[in-house]
C-alpha cells in the first residue's frame, strides 16, 4: 500500500498562503477594533456631555442658593447676603433665560418647593438644594433644571 | 508540522490576544462615568447642616429629598439622630460626611454629619 505523499509546499507557496491568512486577520482586527473604538468615543462623548450638563445645574443652583436668591441687607461693610435663606420676591424675579445664558446652557428652569410638593421643572440635569424661607423660616428646595 | 502551519497557529494566537484586549478595552469604556454625583450630595449635606442651624431639620422634610442624615454631636451624651428616622435601619453606602459648628438657643456644638441615598 503507497502511503499518500505528505504536502510539501514551495517556499513561495508557503509564504503567499501564510500572507494571505495573516491579511484576513489584520482585516478583522481593523474592522473589530475601528467599531469598538467608535462606541468606546460615542460613549466617551455622551458621559462628557452629561458630566458638562450637570456641573452648570451645580454651579446654577449654588449661585441661587448662596447669593442670586438670597436675602440680603446693608451692613458696615456692604452687602450683606444671607446664603441659604431664599428671599420668594427676589426669586420670582429671576430671569430663567439670563440664568441659561449666564451658565451656557439652552434653557433653565428654576423653581421654590415646599416639602412633599412635586417639583414641576424637567430638562437634562437636575439638582435640588435644600434652603430656608428667609420670610417664614420655612424649610424649602430650589429646584433647578438645565438643558 | 510545516513552517506555514506554525506562522498560522502563530497569528491565530496574536489575533485572540488582540481580540481579548478589543474586548477588555471596550467593557471598560462602557462603565458609567461617576459625574458629580459625589459633589452634589456633598453640597446637599451642607445645606441640610445650614438648614438645622437656621431652622431645624424635620423628617418629612429629609425624606421629600431621597435622602439619609445622620446627626450626630462629637463628644455630646445624646445618640445619633437619623432624618428620617427609617434610616436607621439602612445600610448608609456611599455615605458623604461633615461636622460643622451648629449654634441653637440651647447653645453650640460640634456636629459630625452623614448623607447617603435611602
Request: net charge negative.
Amino acid at each position: 500500500m503507497a502511503f499518500p505523499k505528505r504536502f510539501r509546499c514551495e517556499k513561495g507557496q508557503a509564504f503567499s498562503i501564510d500572507a494571505a491568512v495573516a491579511a484576513v486577520l489584520v482585516l478583522t482586527l481593523v474592522v473589530v477594533g475601528w467599531r469598538g473604538i467608535s462606541v468606546a468615543a460615542g460613549d466617551a462623548s455622551f458621559a462628557n456631555s452629561r458630566v458638562s450638563l450637570q456641573a452648570k445645574a451645580l454651579a446654577l443652583a449654588d449661585f441661587l442658593v448662596k447669593q442670586g436668591a438670597v436675602y440680603s441687607s446693608d451692613g458696615a461693610y456692604g452687602k450683606a447676603a444671607y446664603s441659604h435663606e431664599i428671599d420668594s420676591e427676589r426669586f420670582s424675579s429671576l430671569d430663567s433665560g439670563e440664568l441659561a445664558r449666564v451658565v451656557g446652557a439652552r434653557s433653565a428652569c428654576v423653581e421654590l418647593l415646599r416639602a412633599g410638593e412635586a417639583a414641576s421643572c424637567s430638562g437634562g440635569a437636575c439638582v435640588k438644594r435644600a434652603a430656608v424661607l428667609h420670610e417664614s423660616g420655612e424649610a424649602c428646595f430650589v429646584e433647578v433644571c438645565v438643558e | 508540522m510545516s513552517k506555514g502551519q506554525a506562522f498560522s497557529i502563530e497569528a491565530l494566537f496574536a489575533l485572540l490576544a488582540a481580540g481579548s484586549l478589543l474586548v477588555v478595552a471596550s467593557l471598560h469604556s462602557r462603565e458609567r462615568s461617576e459625574g458629580l454625583e459625589r459633589l452634589y450630595e456633598y453640597e446637599l449635606l451642607n445645606d441640610f447642616l445650614q438648614v438645622e442651624s437656621k431652622a431645624g431639620l424635620n423628617e418629612g422634610f429629609v425624606s421629600s429629598s431621597g435622602f439619609c442624615v445622620k446627626l450626630e454631636e462629637i463628644g455630646g451624651a445624646g445618640t445619633a439622630r437619623f432624618l428620617p428616622s427609617s434610616c436607621e435601619r439602612s445600610e448608609p453606602a456611599g455615605m458623604v460626611s461633615a461636622t460643622r459648628v451648629i449654634c441653637r438657643e440651647a447653645g453650640c456644638g460640634k456636629f459630625r454629619a452623614g448623607l447617603w441615598r435611602d
